[in-house]
């Protein structure tokens, strides 16, 4: 187990390094001016230009560009914006909010969705089995930005239940923004966890804890549960990482100040420094996620081993 | 219908907050303690004012900071702020003196000194400002602003400079210094409102990264707070001396991550203002049931032409040109795609400035189909005619407009090219690699005729992109900037535009309104011509 995970985290390092140097070089290979609309709606001085491009090593070749900035990445300095801002500090302040409304959506997800794909995976054909994919399909086939507006015209401004954008980024306030952000996913994990739990329904395994004569409650929520989970597993780890980066619309509609919103402008206003950073955290945690989920795996079903 | 949440819970902070501070002379009705919320964007570049020239930084730092002049909301007009008068018998030697007893936020007197350390430190090549060239018209500015010998993007640097203060200015006391320009600027005066030309206190030049952090100001409005990302915090300098004190008490700048999220707190009643509104609220009037009472619509310093290429024919066809402006009907499509917040163009001056004449166009800009098709005939030219634009910004609706307008009434083939990205697009205009006429906006930096002419239309000028030409316009603009007086100088520019007129070395199309939104709680709130809040009228109920 020991060896699997530090082999795992060594192959981090080439990913790491291929994902970064990619990264690099398409934000800084983006056609047009890095620095137009910096200054209003004219072009910049050359002053200010020649002041930039110093500032991030654009006059060097693009191999020693980017051995500079992983130079300074490997010491812990992210580097500055083009406003002077620590980008560090800027992936401190806006992580947190992210993760905890990823976690938000995450604890919808899961617990909805699990909960729906084992009722109706349970009564096969049933009248819930029905509603349950009638209402996934409906989830699935809406994307994540109509029901974003949705929700903030409806719930916002005709109601007037929620306040339409997230005042300040508390749990409580990013019920609703996760509620939106896990919609579509929330579908799959019912989707997924019905199939599963119906195939595994008729397993040897299954029959045999009813044969001892255990409870329903206890062959269902242990036996059945634990083995039909893996494929739900793999779809709630990789999603958390998704979320993270990904919730850039959910992020934009609700006025989340989280990563989303921070790569999404950091893009559109060119600044490479804070792009850069941002995705490689953003990298890191994706591959922490995939080896955390697989070790899940092994402790979910002991047949799966990692020596 | 809408709760408002975040802002009374706001209130209650600030009438905490402000303990037993006494509110003057409260207008009947109005809370003078209030706190009020509008939209912002990320500043994008340090909060100092002479490297700020990008919009989400200038709302910061106009209340922040109170120049020479500032400009009039009415009219943009420029009016002594902290100048006490500006003389020049020659539009070359100004001599201007600075009101006395004004101080920074910090305690610290606002002298002549303040205004001419900060200008030298803005002006100073190695600074690599954003607003080092608006002082370029100042005697000395070469010397400490060498040019790179080859442009920005070139291996070499720009020589270090020999001196690093501009020898046109001078300290002549506490309150008084002179300002000598290199050539004779008879509307130097009006550029000195804008934000780059403010004064910096001590503590700027003793740790600017601390300033950065906290800048320290001399407007009516001081620094509170700031969280990256999310807002700026100002409040109310109760020492401040000009006459546009603000009637309410602290300002929170909130960033948004788009207008449309914050127009959906706008309608909530949850922010009170946003100068812009969304595409979105804009599209088919929906702001009109959205807002009722609470929209808040101002005609604002910009213009939208067509720029003509002289590097390209047929384009370098002055019967083209007129022919392809008379084709335009500007009318219908202000009426039908703009749905009336767009006003068609006659002349290339705005009509908000000081001097403008109606009508400088002429003929030329009024759609005429016959004169229209005569011209197109006498240009001889029967080829396919291309309009280029960038489409992010909203213009495909407008552009595809005009060029089927030149079509039905030329008969020739006309048609619209995107380009998808604005950055793009101004790299290729920049480049002189247009293909076609294109799409050109202007926005005045400082409100006077001579911004719409000259950085636009003189030879070599640094907007003039199309690389129009003509040497008795050239002329009449220098003699205009030698003018002694305002008045004089007014009329030898309009003189300039008329002799421009009949080139049309760009199609004027419409100048803009711009709709903003107010909450329920303003009881006024204007939009000034820079398209921003005009903070001393603001009241709340």
Redesign the interface.
């Known amino acids: 187990m020991g060896r699997y995970v530090l082999r795992r985290l060594l192959q981090m390092v080439p990913v790491f390094l291929g994902t970064t140097f990619l990264i690099y070089v398409m934000v800084w290979a983006v056609?047009?001016?890095p620095f137009?609309?910096?200054?209003?709606?004219?072009?910049?001085?050359?002053?200010?230009?020649?002041?930039?491009?110093e500032r991030f090593n654009l006059?060097d070749p693009l191999l020693v560009q980017y051995a500079k900035y992983l130079g300074n990445l490997v010491q812990g300095d992210f580097g500055l914006t083009?406003?002077?801002?620590q980008v560090a500090?800027?992936i401190a302040?806006?992580f947190p909010v992210t993760l905890k409304l990823a976690l938000v959506a995450l604890v919808v997800e899961a617990v909805i969705g699990i909960t729906a794909g084992v009722v109706s995976g349970l009564r096969n054909r049933g009248f819930l089995d029905s509603l349950v994919l009638v209402s996934t399909l409906f989830l699935i086939s809406i994307p994540v930005f109509v029901t974003g507006y949705v929700v903030?015209?409806v719930f916002?401004?005709?109601l007037?239940w929620i306040?339409?954008?997230v005042?300040s980024p508390t749990i409580g306030n990013l019920i609703v923004p996760g509620f939106v952000l896990a919609s579509l996913s929330m579908a799959y994990v019912a989707r997924l966890s019905r199939a599963s739990i119906s195939e595994n329904r008729r397993a040897d395994y299954v029959r045999t804890a009813l044969a001892k004569g255990l409870p329903q409650r206890r062959v269902v929520g242990v036996h059945l549960l634990r083995n039909s989970l893996i494929p739900v597993i793999t779809f709630l780890g990789t999603d958390l990482g998704a979320f993270l980066g990904g919730a850039i619309v959910t992020?934009?509609?609700?006025?989340?100040?989280g990563v989303g919103?921070?790569v999404?402008?950091s893009i559109l206003?060119?600044d490479g420094a804070m792009v850069t950073g941002v995705v490689t955290v953003l990298v890191l945690v994706y591959l922490l996620m995939t080896l955390l989920v697989d070790l899940l795996y092994a402790v979910l079903d002991p047949r799966i081993r990692y020596d | 219908?809408?709760?408002a949440?975040?802002v009374p819970a706001a209130v209650a902070v600030a009438v905490v907050a402000a303990g037993c501070g006494g509110a003057e002379e409260a207008p009947a009705g109005s809370n003078t303690d209030a706190a009020i919320t509008i939209f912002n964007t990320?500043?994008?570049?340090?909060l100092v004012p002479g490297n700020t020239?990008?919009?989400g930084g200038?709302r910061v730092l106009d209340p922040l900071f109170t120049g020479l002049v500032e400009y009039r909301a009415e009219d943009a007009q420029p009016v002594n702020a902290m100048a006490e008068s500006i003389e020049t018998t020659d539009s070359k030697v100004f001599t201007v003196k600075i009101k006395q007893g004004w101080t920074f936020h910090d305690g610290t007197p606002v002298t002549a000194k303040s205004f001419v350390d900060a200008w030298n430190w803005t002006a100073y090549?190695?600074?690599?400002?954003?607003?080092?060239?608006f002082f370029s018209q100042i005697e000395g500015y070469d010397e400490v602003?060498p040019?790179?010998p080859d442009?920005?993007?070139g291996?070499q640097?720009?020589p270090t400079p020999t001196v690093q203060e501009m020898s046109g200015l001078k300290v002549d006391g506490d309150h008084q210094f002179t300002i000598t320009l290199s050539e004779p600027f008879s509307v130097f005066p009006v550029t000195i409102g804008y934000e780059v030309f403010a004064p910096l206190p001590e503590a700027f030049f003793k740790d600017r990264k601390a300033f950065?952090d906290s800048p320290i100001g001399n407007g009516p409005f001081k620094f509170v707070s700031r969280?990256?990302?999310?807002d700026i915090k100002l409040t109310r300098y109760d020492d401040y001396k000009g006459d546009d004190k603000p009637k309410f008490k602290d300002l929170t700048l909130k960033?948004?991550?788009?207008r449309?999220?914050?127009y959906?707190?706008l309608?909530?009643n949850?922010l009170d203002f946003i100068e812009e509104l969304p595409p979105n609220a804009l599209a088919g009037k929906k702001y009109e049931t959205d807002l009722g009472d609470r929209v808040v619509q101002r005609e604002t310093l910009n213009m939208q032409t067509i720029a003509m290429p002289f590097y390209l024919p047929p384009y370098d066809n002055v019967d083209l040109r007129r022919a392809i402006s008379m084709a335009i009907n500007r009318e219908e499509i202000t009426q039908r795609i703009f749905e009336g917040t767009r006003k068609p163009a006659d002349g290339w001056v705005h009509p908000l400035m000081k001097g403008y004449q109606p009508g400088q166009c002429g003929d030329y800009c009024a759609f005429n189909p016959e004169k229209a098709k005569e011209s197109f005939a006498k240009s001889g030219y029967t080829g396919e005619i291309l309009l280029l634009s960038n489409t992010d910004g909203g213009h495909q609706e407008w552009a595809e407009a005009v060029a089927n307008s030149i079509k039905n009434t030329l008969g020739v083939e006309a048609r619209f090219v995107p380009s998808t990205?604005?950055?793009?697009f101004?790299?290729k205009v920049?480049a002189h690699e247009m293909t076609g006429m294109y799409r050109a906006?202007w926005?005045a930096?400082y409100p006077s005729i001579e911004n719409w002419l000259t950085p636009l239309y003189r030879t070599g000028a640094?907007?003039n992109d199309g690389l129009y030409s003509n040497p008795a316009f050239d002329a009449k603009l220098a003699e205009a900037d030698k003018a002694p007086g305002e008045e004089e100088a007014i009329g030898l520019y309009l003189e300039a535009e008329r002799i421009m007129a009949p080139d049309m070395p760009t199609i004027p199309l419409w100048t803009q309104f711009t709709i903003g939104g107010k909450s329920d709680r303003l009881k006024v709130a204007n939009l000034d011509p820079f398209r921003a809040l005009d903070l001393e009228t603001v009241e709340v109920a």
């Open positions: 056609p047009g001016d137009e609309g910096k200054c209003g709606e004219r072009d910049c001085p050359e002053s200010y230009v020649s002041a930039m491009r006059d083009s406003s002077g801002l500090d800027r302040a806006t903030q015209l916002g401004l005709q007037g306040s339409p954008t005042t992020e934009g509609i609700f006025n989340v100040p919103g921070l999404f402008r206003t060119k | 219908m809408s709760r949440r975040l990320e500043p994008e570049n340090p020239t990008e919009v200038s090549g190695p600074n690599g400002t954003q607003g080092a060239s602003h040019k790179d442009g920005a993007d291996p640097e720009a950065e969280a990256v990302g999310t960033v948004y991550q788009s449309e999220s914050a959906a707190d309608v909530a949850n990205s604005f950055g793009e101004r790299q920049n906006g926005i930096d640094s907007s």
